[in-house]
């Protein structure tokens, strides 16, 4: 497939346009003209890139890329590297951020909420139906530590747990793949008994203990692991590309 062609294949399952994002969504190195290995993977790390060169890959795409909102503007260091390295070898590195967060299939959201057996998905943000973070339903009430427990063994995590105090049980659940800690409130004022996400900041625990919610995190690379790769399989099965997912394994 061409690389124009291959773009504009990414941006109508995606629809980029959408919603305002911190970093340019789409085509972000230009490389090979013909799209024809392509790797899958979160983030545009050293190590991924590595990785595709070594799998003979003339296309990455990712969750996280590069040219994000206020950082430095000049190619050096640790970001020359890497580009470099594309650009040496070809490659054409695709990213999509919020895009691959709230597609209603592929995205980080929905495959967590596969993942997690979590049903009746609809947005977290009252109005919004691009909402960043979603809510849901478990099938039956369940005790937290079995919650924590199931979180921990399907992404291969072990999860934070903060305790809501009254240490209820869990039947509706909001979430946020990533560093989406900052929607604990909102859930917690819309009455849902547990919030998932991949990271935790300092306040996190004394808004989970004051507006009584439990509190999960369990990784921003283990919880966006799985946008990517379904987009990949999804790119495989109905186009018949050849796509690899590689995870580079990241603790946080």
């Excluded at 190590?47 to 795409?61: F, R």
């Excluded at 306040?203 to 946008?227: K, L």
């Amino acid at each position: 497939m061409q690389r124009l062609e291959f773009l504009h294949l990414l941006n109508g399952i995606l629809q980029p346009e959408r919603i305002k994002d911190y970093c340019p969504n789409g085509l972000q190195v230009q490389g090979a003209e013909k799209v024809e290995k392509i790797v899958t993977g979160v983030t545009a790390s050293q190590a991924l890139i590595d990785a595709a060169i070594a799998a003979g890959a003339d296309t990455i795409i990712v969750h996280h890329g590069y040219f994000w909102k206020n950082e430095s503007y000049a190619i050096t260091g640790m970001k020359y590297n890497r580009i470099k390295a594309l650009l040496d070898h070809n490659i054409n590195l695709f990213a999509y951020h919020l895009p691959l967060d709230i597609h209603e299939t592929l995205g980080n959201n929905a495959q967590l909420a596969k993942l997690l057996d979590i049903h009746e998905v609809e947005p977290l943000e009252l109005g919004n139906p691009l909402s960043v973070s979603m809510k849901g339903q478990l099938s039956a009430a369940t005790p937290a530590e079995k919650v924590a427990n199931k979180i921990s063994a399907r992404l291969n995590r072990q999860c934070l747990h903060i305790a809501a105090p009254s240490n209820k049980p869990i039947k509706t659940v909001a979430w946020c793949t990533g560093g989406g800690q900052g929607y604990v409130e909102m859930a917690a004022e819309q009455g849902i008994d547990a919030f998932i996400t991949g990271e935790v900041s300092e306040q996190t625990t004394h808004i989970a203990r004051e507006m009584d919610i439990h509190f999960f995190a369990a990784g921003h690379h283990a919880t966006e692991r799985y946008g990517a790769k379904a987009l990949g399989e999804y790119l495989e099965q109905q186009y018949q590309l050849d796509v690899r997912f590689i995870d580079i394994d990241n603790p946080v």
